[in-house]
């Protein structure tokens, strides 16, 4: 299998920028930005699921993937869970301190202080053997592990992704085009991250809150986009913007609506 189909298309370096100051830098979720429609209505959530994992995994078969953990060789670390959670950008020691504040004396709570080290390196000190063995075992036995995997996905990615992509205007598939940027990129306002990608997407086109084209504004962010993912040699293949986000702003499914066909890295996909 290529290096980068397996989780390889990772988000920037978040260590400097710390927890807090990631979840600051958003919108709230608040009464304007959320409700039943857009991408946190439950149906085109897991359509959202389904659609990262196939990239992230080649698989829609995304809850299968809580067990998953590995060192790809990205200079991150270990990369492991729902959404490729790392022990070199913060989001896997956020995640492992949740699911220990919720469950003490859990199988990862005694890798957390190296975790706090090893965070933003590649270092595996202080983690190997043992914690590629215990996250397995904790995805596979703990329910409140994976409860906090899901939360944690929500609070750092999906609903910052969504509660912006509402303030800016877009509907259902712009929500979904900047959640998959996040999940990638990271949330930090760099040049390569999602703030980054999005500057760069406005220099060229207004967003519809600012009186722009919803179409020719995802075009541009998604340009954006493909240019950032060039600038790193693991995210060299643009296919899950080219050949699935792409495909369905051409075909005018600004709401993301089934069926959809798409295609990453080759492999053809479906959601009936």
């Given at each position: 299998?290529p290096?980068?189909?397996?989780?390889?298309?990772?988000?920037?370096?978040?260590?400097?920028?710390?927890?807090?100051?990631?979840?600051?830098q958003?919108?709230?979720?608040?009464?304007?930005?959320?409700?039943?429609a857009?991408?946190d209505?439950?149906?085109k959530?897991?359509?959202?699921?389904?659609?990262?994992?196939?990239?992230e995994?080649s698989?829609?078969?995304w809850e299968?993937?809580?067990k998953?953990?590995e060192?790809?060789?990205?200079g991150?670390?270990?990369?492991?869970?729902?959404i490729?959670?790392?022990?070199?950008?913060s989001?896997?020691?956020?995640?492992v301190?949740?699911?220990?504040?919720?469950?003490p004396?859990?199988?990862l709570?005694?890798?957390?202080?190296?975790?706090?080290?090893?965070?933003?390196?590649?270092s595996h000190?202080g983690l190997?053997?043992?914690?590629?063995?215990?996250?397995?075992k904790?995805?596979?036995?703990s329910?409140?592990?994976?409860?906090?995997?899901r939360?944690?996905?929500?609070?750092?990615?999906?609903?910052?992704a969504?509660?912006r992509?509402?303030?800016?205007?877009v509907?259902?598939?712009?929500?979904?085009?900047?959640?998959?940027?996040?999940?990638?990129?990271?949330?930090?306002?760099?040049?390569?991250?999602?703030?980054g990608?999005r500057?760069?997407?406005?220099?060229?086109?207004?967003?519809?809150?600012?009186?722009?084209?919803?179409?020719?504004?995802?075009?541009?962010?998604l340009?954006?986009?493909?240019?950032a993912?060039?600038?790193?040699?693991a995210?060299s293949?643009?296919?899950?913007?080219?050949?699935a986000q792409?495909?369905?702003?051409?075909?005018?499914?600004?709401?993301?609506?089934?069926?959809?066909?798409?295609?990453v890295?080759g492999?053809?996909?479906?959601?009936?």
């Amino acid at each position: 299998m290529p290096f980068f189909r397996r989780k390889a298309t990772r988000r920037t370096l978040l260590a400097a920028l710390g927890t807090a100051a990631i979840a600051s830098q958003w919108p709230s979720a608040d009464a304007s930005t959320t409700g039943s429609a857009g991408l946190d209505a439950p149906a085109k959530k897991e359509i959202a699921m389904r659609l990262v994992s196939s990239a992230e995994n080649s698989s829609l078969d995304w809850e299968a993937q809580y067990k998953y953990i590995e060192d790809i060789g990205d200079g991150r670390g270990y990369t492991g869970g729902i959404i490729g959670f790392c022990s070199g950008t913060s989001d896997m020691l956020a995640l492992v301190e949740l699911y220990t504040e919720r469950a003490p004396g859990n199988v990862l709570a005694a890798y957390l202080p190296a975790l706090r080290a090893v965070d933003g390196t590649a270092s595996h000190k202080g983690l190997t053997p043992g914690f590629p063995t215990a996250w397995r075992k904790a995805a596979k036995t703990s329910a409140a592990f994976r409860e906090a995997q899901r939360d944690e996905r929500d609070r750092g990615y999906f609903d910052p992704a969504v509660a912006r992509a509402k303030k800016d205007g877009v509907g259902t598939l712009g929500q979904f085009v900047y959640y998959d940027a996040m999940v990638m990129h990271g949330p930090g306002a760099d040049t390569l991250a999602f703030g980054g990608i999005r500057a760069r997407a406005r220099k060229h086109a207004a967003t519809p809150t600012d009186g722009g084209d919803e179409t020719t504004y995802l075009n541009a962010f998604l340009d954006a986009r493909v240019w950032a993912m060039r600038q790193e040699a693991a995210h060299s293949d643009v296919t899950r913007v080219e050949t699935a986000q792409r495909v369905f702003l051409k075909q005018g499914n600004l709401d993301l609506d089934t069926p959809l066909n798409w295609q990453v890295y080759g492999d053809s996909y479906e959601i009936g």
